[in-house]
């Protein structure tokens, strides 16, 4: 990824592929223009370094030459384009094939085409490294194409932002960040011990491409690893005092910034308060993206506690086995939900979900509630 001015742009055409295509398009010029004498004409400043590649590939008889014209302010065509630097070339009865960096809507080339056809060439074509077909208003389409691409910003490779990254030797699309992160599905899941959240969310990430984010986990990573907040955690836990609420958040912030990429992410025993809640809206609404839906697996209590029972009997956890801990941590998680699910009722966010039935069962439920959103 690069970063140009306030935009970030990730990688899209390599290197290599560049100069493969460079090669096939100097091999379909050199054959269409066997025995001919052709001007290259290189619309600055875009296509220079392209230009530059590709006419060092040609070898049917040739000169080149430059002509300067500008459209572009920033991201958005603005439809007029002028002449900056003219024509000194006399290109009267050659063939002319003009060299782009890239044709978007089509408005220069045409221009270009227009100013050229005044000096009646004997031909005039054009050679463009990208198009973009969905943009393209033109009339025709150029001769010789190296990569269609869709309507999307690019850099590199000659091309520029604001005049920045023209020297970066691949091709960048602009990262469109708040399109998808809009898209994303943020899932607070909750559920009592026993619920079988631990099941149900492995399914659901692997099924919608989520990221899981315990809090737990989340801790056990930042001191382990001796993390600055983790540390800061870590001084608060030593104190025998709860970890702050700025300081979970911004151990979430962080692992959101480092997984950018997921679909969405699973908050997994967080938020459990309000103050939670509304920080983690905070959070999310910075990232341009925010919760979808808070799950909550509903299991009836004596359900839960024979379902503990036997999970104790399997695994050997003693936490499991004993019904006076059993009975407290269900009570707990009753004390934390309530507040939080009015929190995304308020919203409209909260769906309760029958955690009652085969693994199968219930997994179609959670899907057809996220369908649902
Ligand atoms: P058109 O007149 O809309 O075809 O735009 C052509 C010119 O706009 C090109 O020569 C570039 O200078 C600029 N341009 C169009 N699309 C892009 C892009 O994705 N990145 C950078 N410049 C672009
Ligand atoms: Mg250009």
Known sequence: M?????KKFTSFITKEEIDKEISNLAESINNNYAGKEVVFIAVLNGAFIFAADLYRKITVSSSISFIKVQSYEGMQSTGSVHEVIGLTTDIASKHVLIVEDIVDTGITIEKVKTLLNLQKPASVEVCSLLFKPEAFEGKEIPKFIGFSIPKRFVVGYGLDYNEKGRNLDEIYQLKEQNCSQNTMLNIVLFGPPGAGKGTQSERLIEKYGLKHLSTGDIFRYNMSNDTELGKLAKSYIDKGQLVPDEVTIQMLKDQVLQNQEAKGFIFDGFPRTNAQAEALDQLLKELSTEISVMLALEVEE????????????????????DPKVIANRIQVYKNETEPVKAFYQKQNKFIGIDGIGTIDEISMRLNEAIASI
């Open 2 to 6: 690069v970063e140009l001015l306030d």
């Open 302 to 321: 004596n359900e839960l506690k024979n379902r503990l029972k036997k999970r104790a009997e399997v695994s050997g956890r003693a936490d499991d086995a």
